[in-house]
């Protein structure tokens, strides 16, 4: 595999000072960096039971349908609210200052569905733990969550205590 942290950007004090912002569009426009990230995040949940991969808007959706397609799965997304056509199901949680809501099509996870939710980065833990209980509301079983990127220093894992988690790169 190529050395994909060669091909992420670092964008010192983005958004704010202090902050060091792990840019993935520089991956994602090299054909070899995109091709290996998503080769090697299918490969990694080969062996992983699933039905359906479960994509986070927005940056999960890049990397969702194209997993869930090497692994001839089909997708499902959770957006911001208001973005979905039909029924929804929406779960609310925290952030740091404040909250946030995610929804779901309400028939997209049938009960007993092994879900294996992607996105690209996992920092505090909080959308991921959400999305987690988002899929057990339905009825779906949480195969693991992948990530393209972890943020050790974050300590986000802790939220997902309990689950099978794997990110492909660690900062």
């Given at each position: 595999m190529i050395d994909l942290k060669a091909l992420i950007r670092e964008v010192p004090d983005f958004p704010k000072p202090g902050i060091n912002f792990y840019d993935?569009?520089?991956?994602?426009?090299?054909?070899?960096?995109l091709q290996s990230a998503i080769g090697a995040l299918a490969d990694h949940?080969?062996?992983?039971?699933?039905?359906v991969v479960l994509g986070v808007e927005a940056r999960g959706f890049i990397f969702a349908p194209a997993v869930a397609y090497a692994l001839g799965k089909?997708?499902?997304?959770?957006?911001?609210p208001k973005k979905l056509p039909a029924q929804?199901?929406?779960?609310?949680?925290?952030?740091?200052?404040?909250?946030?809501?995610?929804?779901?099509h309400a028939d997209a996870i049938q009960p007993g569905q092994r879900v294996l939710i992607l996105?690209?980065?996992?920092a505090t833990g909080g959308t991921a733990a959400?999305?987690?209980?988002?899929?057990?509301?339905?009825?779906?079983?949480v195969s693991s969550l992948g990530f393209l990127i972890e943020l050790d220093f974050l300590a986000g894992r802790k939220k997902l205590e309990g689950y099978d988690a794997f990110a492909l790169l660690h900062y």
């Open positions: 993935i569009t520089t991956l994602l426009k090299d054909a070899n960096g949940y080969r062996a992983v039971p699933c039905d089909g997708f499902v997304p959770v957006r911001k929804t199901v929406r779960i609310e949680y925290d952030l740091e200052y404040g909250t946030d809501v995610l929804e779901i996105d690209d980065v996992l959400a999305v987690a209980r988002l899929v057990e509301k339905l009825g779906g079983t």
